[in-house]
């Protein structure tokens, strides 16, 4: 079992900035992939950006050029920072990690854009 533990989130004013921590604990062999999916209010649960163990990285459309997804291996942790922040990005970010078949989610944490 992997348990994943987010941090970070909270309220920011429109165009600002906030870096999301997943820390991911354990029986860890090998992650194979780590990922940050949101869900807003009345809306299915979405990618957000993901990182795989080479180290490639991809971004949904919304998000390119404002986001960016790291992760350090030694510490199983991944961060998602997160610049230019608009309303609509409001929502519970969820950290997502696969090791072999298996998917494990975190708790969530909110993040709320707004003046």
């Known amino acids: 079992q992997v348990q994943l533990v987010e941090s970070g989130g909270g309220l920011v004013q429109p165009g600002g900035s906030l870096r999301l921590s997943c820390a991911a604990s354990?029986?860890?062999?090998?992650?194979?992939?780590m990922s940050w999916y949101r869900q807003a209010p009345g809306k299915q649960r979405e990618l957000v950006a993901g990182i795989i163990a080479g180290g490639s990285t991809n971004y949904a459309d919304s998000v390119k050029g404002r986001f960016s997804i790291a992760r350090d291996g030694s510490r199983n942790t991944v961060y998602l920072q997160m610049s230019g922040l608009r309303p609509e990005d409001t929502a519970v970010y969820y950290c997502?990690?696969?090791?072999?078949?298996?998917?494990?989610w975190g708790q969530g944490t909110q993040v709320t854009v707004s003046s």
């Open positions: 997502n990690a696969v090791q072999m078949t298996n998917s494990y």
């Open positions: 354990g029986t860890i062999f090998r992650l194979n992939a």
